[in-house]
């Protein structure tokens, strides 16, 4: 043999190796469902995983999966981000079937924030070690919270704070966000949160701002109650361009017989800040009853100056009993009326406050003092138009989130329903509208890298389900029963659920931001 030809065989050889390499092996291959990246258009095509790690996602992938899951005829997406939670209790439950979260998995939701409405705790670094202690079985991020910031330093005190006490307030945000959380939220409708001034709130954002955080808001008035929906929308955009830091509005409405139909307005405002150059977000639950307390949909402000001691005082006191009683009245016409108030826990769960009033022979105010008096059960608020719900749905820059809390259906059902009722039913938005606010919107709108798509890299947070029975099964009656429709869940690449089943595999992880570098002790 020439030297010649040996050469051509030899790089005839090479080449060939070059050009049909063996096939990968991965842990697993998800074959020939649709698949929405979050990014971009469907397709029907394969995600590959390795360990915790999308390794190629593409059309008829040259992989072989050590386990392969069929996916055709299902739709293939990033694992769902939920923006808006009450679910830190169960996260650090001591019952491990509690902190597998299964209202979430089974909608295929494999990150949740806690922390929201002001309420994370100012010890970051000790709730995100939670995770680290007892295995959860979803991903989570928290926030550092107005609530029990200003707790800390004035109790439950309506004043302003000093100086020395406002510095050591900002010394609590600066602090939680040096541990990881994700940014500073505010519930200004709730006490003592509402006894804080704008001029306070835009000092705390402040630090939130200088280490790369995020303002995340329950505005002051959703309604009518105080400063108003326009003019509280109007102050959660002055925080975030006066500290400087991206504004995400907590579960966006139009909530009361006051302010229905006023979400186009509000949508105009929102929109403006944005083109002048503003981050302005929200988020949203696709339900028309909001869920809240008795307390906090009743009773005014002034009347929770103190805690709940100094309520049932002024409920005896004849000097502000009169006061009170009219006061709650117009705040139940604001939310409809009695019948539009029910029930969700307590003693008299499953029941409207107008049908408690009438068991009791009573008027509605009177039926909600006595009750009160007991204890403040959760209610369901039914205060919103389905115009308003789609007006805000159909923008771009809202994502989908559940304000999850016990007694109302959103916990188990809000994904869900959102593809059920709004995407397959009433054509509000798309599918792939769908998926992407309810994944890469969310990551890109808090930071969260290498989450909320599908593609090479990335952690392998991963849904399959069923386009034709992912839908929501939890109602005002019964609002714990799981979400049907969902085929598999990866969390971390390790499969959550498996044909529609729990594995009772817990591979959530705590998701911590890093600062920027030279903003930290």
Same mark, same amino acid.
Request: hydrophobic fraction near 45%; include cysteine; proline fraction near 5%.
């Given at each position: 043999?020439?030297?010649?030809?040996?050469?051509?065989?030899?790089?005839?050889?090479?080449? #060939?190796?070059?050009?049909?390499?063996?096939?990968?092996?991965?842990?697993?291959?998800?074959?020939?469902?649709? =698949?929405?990246?979050?990014?971009?258009?469907?397709?029907?095509?394969?995600?590959?995983?390795?360990?915790?790690?999308? *390794?190629? =996602?593409? &059309?008829?992938?040259?992989?072989?999966?050590?386990?392969?899951?069929?996916?055709?005829?299902?739709?293939?997406?990033?694992?769902?981000?939920? !923006?808006?939670? *009450?679910?830190?209790?169960?996260?650090?439950?001591?019952?491990?079937?509690?902190?597998?979260?299964?209202?979430?998995?089974?909608?295929?939701?494999?990150?949740?924030?806690?922390?929201?409405?002001?309420?994370?705790?100012?010890?970051?670094?000790?709730?995100?070690?939670?995770?680290?202690?007892?295995?959860?079985?979803?991903?989570?991020?928290?926030?550092?919270?107005?609530?029990?910031?200003?707790?800390?330093?004035?109790?439950?005190?309506?004043?302003?704070?000093?100086? +020395?006490?406002?510095?050591?307030?900002?010394?609590?945000?600066?602090?939680?966000?040096?541990?990881?959380?994700?940014?500073?939220?505010?519930?200004?409708?709730? !006490? !003592?949160?509402?006894?804080?001034?704008?001029?306070?709130?835009?000092?705390?954002?402040?630090?939130?701002?200088?280490?790369?955080?995020?303002?995340?808001?329950?505005?002051?008035?959703?309604?009518?109650?105080?400063?108003?929906?326009?003019?509280? =929308?109007?102050?959660?955009?002055?925080?975030?361009?006066?500290?400087?830091?991206?504004?995400?509005?907590? *579960?966006?409405?139009?909530?009361?017989?006051?302010?229905?139909?006023?979400?186009?307005?509000?949508?105009?405002?929102?929109?403006?800040?944005?083109?002048?150059?503003?981050?302005?977000?929200?988020?949203?639950?696709?339900? #028309?009853?909001?869920?809240?307390?008795?307390?906090?949909?009743?009773?005014?402000?002034?009347?929770?100056?103190?805690?709940?001691?100094?309520?049932? &005082?002024?409920?005896?006191? !004849?000097?502000?009993?009169?006061?009170?009683?009219?006061?709650?009245?117009?705040?139940?016409?604001?939310?409809?009326?009695?019948?539009?108030?029910?029930?969700?826990?307590?003693? *008299?769960?499953?029941?409207?406050? +107008?049908?408690?009033?009438?068991?009791?022979?009573?008027?509605?105010?009177?039926?909600?003092?006595?009750?009160?008096?007991?204890?403040?059960?959760?209610?369901?608020?039914?205060?919103?138009?389905?115009?308003?719900?789609?007006?805000?749905?159909?923008?771009?820059?809202?994502?989908?989130?559940?304000?999850?809390?016990?007694?109302?259906?959103?916990?188990?059902?809000?994904?869900?329903?959102?593809?059920?009722?709004?995407?397959?039913? /009433?054509?509000?938005?798309?599918?792939?509208?769908? =998926?992407?606010?309810? #994944?890469?919107?969310?990551?890109?709108?808090?930071?969260?890298?290498? /989450?909320? &798509?599908?593609?090479?890299?990335?952690?392998?947070?991963?849904?399959?389900?069923?386009?034709?029975?992912?839908?929501?099964?939890?109602?005002?009656?019964?609002?714990?029963?799981?979400?049907?429709?969902?085929?598999?869940?990866?969390?971390?690449?390790?499969?959550?659920?498996?044909?529609?089943?729990?594995?009772?595999?817990?591979?959530?992880?705590?998701?911590?931001?890093?600062?920027?570098?030279?903003?930290?002790?």
């Amino acid at each position: 043999m020439t030297r010649r030809r040996a050469a051509l065989l030899l790089a005839a050889a090479l080449f #060939s190796v070059s050009a049909t390499p063996p096939p990968a092996s991965v842990d697993l291959l998800i074959r020939g469902g649709t =698949v929405f990246s979050g990014d971009g258009p469907g397709f029907v095509g394969d995600v590959a995983v390795d360990g915790d790690r999308i *390794h190629a =996602v593409g &059309r008829r992938l040259a992989v072989a999966g050590r386990r392969v899951l069929d996916a055709r005829g299902m739709i293939v997406a990033p694992g769902f981000i939920d !923006p808006h939670t *009450h679910a830190g209790e169960q996260l650090r439950s001591p019952e491990a079937e509690a902190r597998l979260m299964s209202a979430f998995l089974m909608q295929g939701v494999t990150t949740a924030f806690i922390g929201n409405d002001g309420r994370g705790a100012p010890d970051a670094a000790d709730v995100l070690a939670g995770a680290g202690r007892r295995p959860v079985g979803i991903n989570y991020a928290t926030f550092v919270g107005l609530d029990p910031v200003r707790r800390q330093v004035l109790g439950e005190a309506d004043r302003a704070p000093t100086a +020395a006490e406002l510095q050591r307030m900002k010394a609590l945000v600066a602090g939680a966000m040096c541990q990881g959380a994700l940014g500073f939220s505010t519930g200004l409708f709730y !006490p !003592p949160q509402s006894f804080a001034g704008t001029e306070e709130v835009v000092e705390l954002a402040r630090e939130a701002a200088l280490r790369g955080g995020v303002y995340d808001t329950h505005i002051r008035d959703e309604s009518s109650y105080s400063v108003g929906l326009a003019a509280a =929308v109007d102050e959660a955009i002055e925080v975030g361009r006066r500290a400087g830091l991206p504004v995400n509005i907590s *579960h966006i409405k139009a909530l009361g017989v006051d302010v229905l139909g006023q979400a186009p307005a509000i949508i105009a405002r929102i929109e403006a800040a944005r083109r002048a150059g503003q981050r302005v977000t929200a988020d949203q639950y696709p339900w #028309s009853a909001s869920g809240t307390t008795l307390v906090a949909a009743l009773v005014p402000a002034w009347a929770l100056d103190g805690g709940r001691a100094a309520l049932l &005082r002024r409920l005896d006191d !004849p000097s502000a009993a009169a006061r009170l009683r009219g006061e709650m009245a117009e705040n139940l016409r604001r939310r409809g009326g009695a019948g539009a108030l029910l029930l969700t826990g307590g003693d *008299h769960r499953g029941r409207t406050l +107008a049908e408690v009033a009438a068991d009791g022979g009573q008027d509605a105010v009177a039926a909600a003092q006595a009750v009160i008096r007991r204890h403040d059960p959760p209610v369901a608020s039914f205060n919103q138009t389905e115009g308003d719900i789609a007006a805000f749905m159909r923008r771009p820059w809202v994502m989908t989130g559940s304000d999850a809390s016990a007694g109302h259906p959103r916990a188990f059902g809000s994904f869900a329903r959102k593809y059920r009722e709004y995407v397959v039913r /009433r054509k509000v938005i798309t599918l792939r509208a769908f =998926v992407e606010r309810s #994944s890469s919107l969310t990551a890109d709108t808090f930071g969260l890298a290498d /989450r909320g &798509r599908l593609r090479p890299g990335a952690i392998a947070d991963i849904l399959v389900f069923d386009p034709r029975r992912y839908a929501e099964r939890a109602t005002y009656e019964q609002p714990t029963l799981h979400a049907e429709g969902v085929r598999a869940v990866l969390v971390n690449g390790v499969l959550a659920v498996e044909n529609g089943a729990l594995t009772g595999a817990a591979a959530g992880r705590a998701l911590a931001r890093t600062p920027p570098k030279g903003t930290c002790p």
